[in-house]
């Protein structure tokens, strides 16, 4: 058993507002010093037929579908040209567009993103031409228009000071996650915290998974997240994506972060080269909001990559941004401790990106 935790004493902040000015931006960041020139960053496309246009193109009359290449996706516009859904051939997750709102975590750094970019899971994967069919009407009826929590909502009720939300059961299902129990061996391994902390141990009930097997939560791992099953916690326990027992049995989203970008589920919008340094993307253009990005981190897991975060948007700065959970804040952040939470750049997370997922 590992001694006692101590609880992060960060406040995160979580509010709506509808338009969001430039705010001076000063960070620390503890590996490596970042280059602080902005990158700026569109997710572009090309259209369909066509010589290539970014998603700002206006349209005139009532809302009309559209499709775009890399990655091939569906895009529906209102009348007043506005991108309405972002659906992805291959995904089931839908980019959609509603009210404003700001994350923020105003302790661990200065980044603010404030997105109208709402992303949620849909029931079925995205092909060409499935507006028509029943199975998206019925949803996107639903979901259009909607307020309840999405993907981005899930993701920051684990930061630090989240509060907590149980069900009807008493089961804490929500609230300020720890990364993992303390390392005795710290000092001899360099791992501050234990990995392996999935979304059950963080619930602390067993979980049956589809193909059968069954995951028995650790006391020692209870309110903790590894990077990993931080994913497996928004997109799949709370999100509803099918979750794997392990990296090898079941369908759907693999345990680990090697298993999860390595995996045939989804669409590889950063399509994995390779883990050396020579291997980071040469552009990130193809992302968005909602999508998984995977890092090499550690040298000791030789050819494995060993984290995973999910892209949350721009901040007020122009960097893009994304959420994971680290050992070094003990818990998911957007924050600078160990490295600024940057995609854009030169900083840690930069340079170790290696590829990236459209679920």
Known sequence: MAPKKKSRRILPVLVVLGLVGASGFLTMELRKQEDQGVTEIRNVGILKGGQGAAETV???????????????????????????????????????????????????????????????????EWSEGAEKEKWFKDWYAENADSKEDDLFAFAFQYVAGAKDKKDANGVRYAGDAHFGPLNQAGSETGDLRLEQSDFYDYLGTPYAFRDGGVGSPEAMRANSLDCSGYIRMVLGYRGRYPLMSSDKSGDGLPRTANGMARSDRGVDVLPLTGIAQKDRPTTIDQLQPGDLV??????????????????????????????????????PTIGDVGGVSRLDGNGYYAKTLRSAKRL
């Open 58 to 124: 206006k349209a005139k009359g009532p809302a009309k579908w559209s499709r775009m290449e890399n990655p091939a996706r569906s895009v529906l516009r209102g009348a007043d040209g506005q991108v309405k859904v972002v659906l992805t051939d291959g995904a089931r997750t839908a980019k959609l567009t509603g009210p404003a709102r700001t994350f923020a975590e105003p302790a661990s750094t200065a980044s603010k993103v404030s997105t109208t970019d709402w992303v949620r899971v849909m029931p079925e």
């Open 294 to 331: 995977f890092f090499k981190l550690d040298t000791r897991t030789k050819e494995r990559l060993d984290h995973v975060g999910i892209v949350l948007g721009h901040d007020t700065e122009g960097h893009l941004i994304f959420v994971s959970s680290r050992e070094e804040v003990n818990g």
